[in-house]
Every structure is written in C-alpha cells, then in structure tokens.
C-alpha cells in the first residue's frame, strides 16, 4: 500500500514541529542557564531562527500560505533585536572586551 503524497508531507511535517519544539525547549533551557550575557543573546538569535523555521514548517502542515508571510517579519524583527541586544552588550562592556592589541585600535605616538 502506498501512501499519499500529500499525506507523507503532512507527517513529515509534523514530525519535524516535534523535533523544531524539543529544540526550542533546549535553546530556552541555554537562554535561562546560560552563564554570561553573549550566551543569552546568541541562545536568542538561535531561538529566532528556529522559532521562523518551526512557523515556515508549520505553514507547510497546516497548507497556509500566510504563515510564511508571518514568518518572513518575525525573522526581520528577530535579526534587529540580536543586533539591539548586541549593541547593548557592546556598550555596556565599556569597550574593556576588545582587542588592545589590534593595528586599529593602538594609538600612535
């Protein structure tokens, strides 16, 4: 017996929403585990990029075009956030984490 077409896509994409779920969990346990400020806003960017992924999945199991839309502003939204939030860290370092040994930052005499 052979399946329908539309009926293995349907499967594998729900499949693939468990496993994108369990992911997320994962990625959420990092962001609240997470010992230092960077391994919070890089569990965040992760967490956008899978959270897109799961919604693109998700249209494809529901068999709705609109998702995709849905998905496409939360990835532009998510991408100015992580660099929000890296903007905040790097300001809030006070410039101590760079490299003072880089050509474009030594002062010439």
Not at 31 to 39: E, L, S
Not at 89 to 106: F, T, V, Y
Request: net charge positive; glycine share 8%.
């Amino acid at each position: 017996m052979m399946a329908d077409a539309h009926t293995v896509v349907h499967a594998s994409a729900g499949l693939g929403l468990i496993l994108l779920t369990g992911c997320m969990a994962l990625i959420v346990y990092r962001m609240v585990r997470g010992p230092h400020k960077a391994d919070r806003i890089i569990a965040l960017d992760l967490l956008s990029v899978v959270v897109v992924a799961w919604v693109g999945l998700f249209a494809v199991y529901a068999r709705e075009v609109i998702y995709l839309d849905v998905a496409i502003a939360f990835a532009l939204v998510a991408f100015l956030g992580t660099v929000a939030f890296a903007r905040y860290l790097e300001r809030s370092a006070g410039g101590n984490h760079r490299d003072q040994a880089s050509p474009s930052r030594r002062r010439r005499s």
